[in-house]
Structure formats: structure tokens, C-alpha cells
């Protein structure tokens, strides 16, 4: 995968997405190393992301390379009107790699088009965050020990959830069982029920969250967000039913770990915070090897 | 009869679209921009068609379209056929025929795709050619009839 742009998830092939959850262990055990060296990263975040930027800034850094960019638009030249296209390409000749966040969809698709070096997917809209997608595979595996015929919940938007559509694509090369949980207003959309139908992959769908988490290897809980309503009063109805409390914890299995991309609102209750099955802020910590893992297999380094 | 009506219709070189389904002409002299052209046109529309209930014709003299154009009448009109008039005669005849990949010619119905707001041109796979299906190449999104448009 050497120079390869990272844009969507489905670039990275089973052998590869292993790769890089076998790569993310070995930068655990041995963070500091000098990769990169010598090298410099643009980091382009056209649309602020706190959290997405610091996990790659601190693997940026680990890894001794340098940082030029911007971590907002109005702080970069496309507020002065300039194309992303005249951004890429001037960015492009002063780094050896770019990580790009973008408000647009497909804006990352593009710079991949225009750049002379890879370009690492940060979040491109509604539509790819890869990076989120391989770090939940590592915290799938590191918990787990492999990737193989786990039994995965979803639950909360599963229907503009774009981490859950990405995991549910790149869990599909691992033989799972899904679990969709959601209102019947935010299920999983029908084009991924039919890939799920066309490689044989077992998926169950409910809209009670109660007593059914026996079963689950993985919990991946996400956020109801308030804009995808437009019944306010639906909206309440729906972001208290499905909630994760720690007593719904208690029939499950020891190996069970709950996953949630963060920021949370109030859909994981801070009662299971204590309980040793919460993972989401191991699971934060994880994304940083993962993208060490990423950069350095991308530029050929490891 | 026959001969008058040949008369009045019949154009020595040029183009005649035929099977374009009655709904659709105005798209179609929209998408080609005949409206802005100062050749001879005539056209007729709801007419009786064995095929597929009314159709509708547009005769166009002194006009060879490309290929280009071709796929954008493919894109609103999939059933039109082009006969291509030498001196009277049909010298081809072509069906349209919708292209796997659709480049620079429609537009994506999302409005936060790149393609909408940058200088570019389009891209999209072709998933379903009857009920008309468009992936973008960038954002990923379904473009389909409904939300077509044509450049
Ligand atoms: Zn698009």
C-alpha cells in the first residue's frame, strides 16, 4: 500500500486492514520511533475537529516528523477564495504525505486526484472517516484477539451513522453476526442489508433495547443526533430509549466490550463508565497507533 | 397523403431522434440546447408508437451529434433511436445506449458534494441502467431519475 491514498475504507483490502491492526500493536508496545524523521505532514483541516486532529498530531509527533497546515478554513487561503484543487497542489509540493479533514463530500476523493503525494482521509462530510473505521478494528482485535466470527451490536443511528456503515464494510471480511438496534426511523439503510445478503452475512434487526446483549462479543453504541428529526417531540421519545445503563450489563458475556466514537451525549449512562467492559476511552487512545500504523505503512516505512 | 406528409417532414441531411417517450422531448431539446441553434427543426410530439405508449420526434437538419451528446440523451430518453439522413436516405441508424461511467455530463443531486462547489467535472458509475441508478465517483451518493439533471 506504499503511496496509496487512503480515502474510503473499502481502498484497504483484508490483508491490508490486518496489516495495518498488526502494525497499530507493534506501535503500542513501541511508540516512540523515528520513522518519520525528516518527513513533513500537511495536516489540512478545512472544518475544525479537536479530537481527530490531536490523535494525528500526537502520531505525527511520535513518530518524529514535522507538521504544516492549518486546523481551521479561516486560517488557511480557501477563505480568500482559493480551490481546493490550488490548495492540494501548492501543499502537495512542499510534503510528503497530507491528512485532510473537509467539510464537502467526495472533497478527499478529489485531492487524492490532485496530489502528487498519498492524501490520508481525516473526514469528508457525512461521507468516509477510514481512519475511525481502522481504529475500531484495532480495538476490536486488541480486545478480542482476532476479527473473526464476532457477534457485533449496533446501536442508535444506523441510518446516517457514517462509523457504522464503514465497520460494517470492513467487518464483513471477518465472517460476523450483526445485531441492528435502532427506531425504526434510523435503521440500517437497505443498500447495506443487501451487501450483507450478497456475501452471506447473518444480521438480526430490533427496536427494543433491552434484555438481548447475551450474545454480543462487541456493544458499538452510537449518538441519536436532534437534526435528524424533524419531529422534536419524536426526537426526545427516542434519545431515552436507547440508552446503555449498567444494569443491562449484567447477563452478558466476560469478553464483551463497548465501543462509542465519542463525543457521547447521554446514550452510554455514566454508570458504565466503571464497569471493565467500557472500552470508548481506551478506544480514543487506540486511534493514535492506529494512525501511526497508517502514515507509516503508506509512505513505505514499515 | 403519404407523399404530402413526406414532404412536410422529411429533412435532406441532418438527424432524426425517434422514440423518445412523449414525456421526455422537452427534456431532451433542453439537454442538446436545440432551443439556441438556428438550424431547421421540427418535431412532433404524442405521437401513437407501437413500442411505448406516445412518443415524440425531433427532426434536426444539418446536424450530427457526438458522441457526447448521444450518452446525454441516453441519460432522459433511453429508448430514442438517432437516424443519421444523407440526402433523403437513412445511412445509420443508432440506439442510445447509457454508458457504464456518465463523465462531465449530469450533476450530482447532492449539494454538499465537491463536485457542486469546486470547478470540476463529474463522475459516476452506472448501478442500474433501467431504473437509472448514478454513484458518484466522490461523494458516493445515488443520483437517480428523479433527481437527474443533465449539463
Ligand atoms: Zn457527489
Redesign the interface.
Known amino acids: 500500500m506504499k503511496n496509496k491514498s487512503l480515502v474510503?475504507i473499502s481502498d484497504f483490502s483484508k490483508d491490508e486492514i490486518l496489516r495495518i491492526v498488526e502494525l497499530a500493536a507493534d506501535f503500542e508496545a513501541n511508540p516512540n520511533q523515528d520513522l518519520l524523521a525528516g518527513k513533513i505532514v500537511g495536516s489540512l483541516f478545512f472544518e475544525p475537529s479537536t479530537r481527530t486532529r490531536l490523535s494525528f498530531e500526537t502520531a505525527i509527533q511520535r513518530l518524529g516528523g514535522r507538521i504544516i497546515g492549518f486546523s481551521d478554513a479561516s486560517s488557511s487561503s480557501a477563505t480568500k477564495g482559493e480551490?481546493?484543487?490550488d490548495t492540494i497542489k501548492m501543499v502537495s509540493n512542499y510534503s510528503d504525505l497530507i491528512v485532510m479533514r473537509?467539510?464537502?463530500?467526495?472533497?478527499a476523493?478529489?485531492a487524492s486526484e490532485q496530489s502528487s503525494v498519498p492524501i490520508i482521509n481525516a473526514g469528508?462530510?457525512?461521507?468516509?472517516h477510514p481512519t475511525q473505521t481502522l481504529l475500531d478494528l484495532y480495538s476490536i482485535y486488541k480486545t478480542q484477539g482476532t476479527l473473526e466470527n464476532l457477534n457485533v451490536f449496533m446501536v442508535g443511528d444506523l441510518k446516517y451513522g457514517r462509523t457504522v456503515h464503514s465497520l460494517l464494510m470492513a467487518m464483513s471480511h471477518f465472517n460476523p453476526t450483526f445485531n441492528f438496534i435502532s427506531p425504526n426511523s434510523l435503521k440500517m439503510p437497505t443498500e447495506y442489508k443487501m451487501f450483507l445478503d450478497s456475501k452471506n452475512i447473518k444480521y438480526y434487526e430490533h427496536t427494543e433495547f433491552t434484555d438481548i446483549l447475551e450474545a454480543a462479543d462487541i456493544l458499538y453504541m452510537t449518538r441519536v443526533q436532534r437534526e435528524r428529526f424533524s419531529d422534536h417531540l419524536e426526537y426526545e421519545k427516542v434519545k431515552n430509549v436507547y440508552v446503555l445503563r449498567n444494569s443491562m450489563l449484567n447477563n452478558t458475556k466476560n469478553n464483551l466490550r463497548i465501543l462509542h466514537p465519542l463525543p457521547r451525549v447521554n446514550e452510554i449512562h455514566t454508570d458504565v463508565d466503571d464497569n471493565p467492559k467500557a472500552y470508548y476511552f481506551e478506544q480514543a487512545k487506540n486511534g493514535v497507533f492506529a494512525r501511526m500504523a497508517i502514515m507509516a505503512s503508506i509512505l513505505g516505512l514499515k | 397523403m403519404m407523399k404530402k406528409e413526406l414532404k412536410v417532414n422529411a429533412i435532406k441531411n441532418g438527424t432524426v431522434i425517434d422514440h423518445i417517450a412523449a414525456k421526455n422531448l422537452f427534456k431532451v431539446i433542453s439537454i442538446l440546447k436545440l432551443h439556441k441553434i438556428s438550424n431547421q427543426i421540427t418535431f412532433g410530439n404524442n405521437l401513437e408508437s407501437h413500442k411505448h405508449g406516445n412518443k415524440a420526434i425531433i427532426k434536426i437538419s444539418d446536424l450530427l451529434f457526438e458522441k457526447n451528446e448521444i450518452d446525454k440523451i441516453a441519460l432522459v430518453a433511453p429508448n430514442a433511436v438517432l437516424n443519421v439522413i444523407k440526402n433523403y436516405e437513412v445511412v445509420e441508424k443508432k440506439k442510445v445506449n447509457i454508458p457504464d461511467e456518465v463523465i462531465g455530463i449530469a450533476k450530482c443531486f447532492n449539494p454538499n458534494c465537491i463536485t457542486n462547489n469546486e470547478s470540476m467535472q463529474t463522475r459516476f458509475s452506472v448501478l442500474d441502467k433501467q431504473k437509472l441508478a448514478l454513484k458518484c465517483h466522490y461523494c458516493e451518493k445515488i443520483t437517480d431519475e428523479e433527481h437527474l439533471y443533465v449539463f
Open positions: 474510503s480551490s481546493l484543487k473537509h467539510h464537502r463530500e467526495g472533497a476523493r478529489y469528508d462530510g457525512a461521507n468516509q
